[in-house]
């Protein structure tokens, strides 16, 4: 009997994935637990083992199709049959080196007829494809993985939340620069007990304040921004969270983030040292309602009682949602973070 693997259910409320990349091809021979395939979700990617021994006799999604929880994407063993199933769901029937050469060709599969054997989608077909198509003019490119991800996120955040920016300078001259995202995320920790409001997620017409302190560092890789979680900041010591963060972020550069890693942020800090530039908006981590910003620092002339000194400053920003945060309370976290880099560097 053929094994009908189906997309499983990966928790946090998650109804769909993507299909990052297949680590198997159609006639392959397979043992269970061997790598499958890799599913990318709003989280993180997840390489999922194989559940069962056998031949592939049929992959049934594409790299890059979005599937919901429970649809058959690949078939282990039997006739190579493609299983009965509603045709609104079915995938168009091609290998992975066809479906290859139309994502490099821009053509939609969907929109080709195959004429090899029971209907499958030939190379000839795509090229047939493309050279009645009008697509020439330029090169299209699929928003695909954490990119699109990414994409979805930031539409949802920008459409729900109505985001507000506060932004003050902060003198870094005694501050560790070395060291400054553990100093900053000890600062907040530090200052969020007083602004419950601020560590708090909205959850329909409710705000949830929460009790614990998980902060998420953004950090920007090769394939999107991620933005992992380092667990009970309030609880650690500076070098701890050092260690954690750097760990984290070699994580995320090398894509091996785990799914719990990435979920549960109760704040969000994102710095981006020289790139970050003069000053951003970042948006809000929904269903987060505040995150803070840490812009370039450099050396610039200040006044110093009534006299122009040299000092090493930066930008610091929080922005917020609106609907549930003032922007007195947002500024006065603000300043009191601001306060806390000042105890922490002293």
Known sequence: ????????????????????????????????????????????????????????????????????????????????????????????????????????????????????????????????????SSQSSGRREPIRGVKRQMFEHLTRAHRE??????????????????????????????????????????????????????????????????????RDVAAKSLDDLGAEIERLAAAAHAGALRPEELRDGTFTVTSAGKSAGLFTTPLVNHPQVAILGVYRIAERPVVRDGEIVVRRMGNVSVTFDHRVIDGKRAADFGLAVIAALGRGAA
């Open 161 to 230: 939340i109505p985001p507000v920016t506060w932004v003050e300078e902060c003198d870094f001259t005694d501050v560790e620069v070395k060291r400054l995202l553990p100093l900053v995320l000890q600062a907040v920790a530090a200052t969020l007990p007083e602004f419950p409001e601020l560590n708090a997620r909205v959850d329909g017409n409710d705000l949830v304040y929460l009790e614990r302190y998980d902060i998420g560092v953004a950090v920007q890789t090769e394939q999107g921004l991620v933005v992992p979680v380092v």
């Open 1 to 132: 009997m053929p094994y009908e693997f189906k997309l499983p259910d990966l928790g946090e409320g998650l109804t769909e994935g993507e299909i990052g990349r297949w680590l198997v091809q159609e006639g392959q021979e397979i043992r269970e637990d061997d790598p499958l395939v890799e599913i990318a979700t709003d989280k993180t990617t997840v390489e999922i083992p194989s559940p069962a021994a056998g031949v592939v006799s049929q992959i049934l999604a594409a790299e890059g199709d979005v599937v919901p929880v429970g649809t058959v994407i690949v078939v282990i063993g039997g006739d190579g049959e493609t299983p009965v199933r509603d045709k609104s769901s079915q995938a168009p029937r091609a290998t992975p080196l066809v479906r290859k050469l139309a994502r490099d060709l821009g053509v939609d599969l969907e929109t080709i007829a195959g004429t090899g054997p029971q209907g499958r989608i030939t190379e000839n077909d795509v090229r047939g494809a493309r050279d009645e």
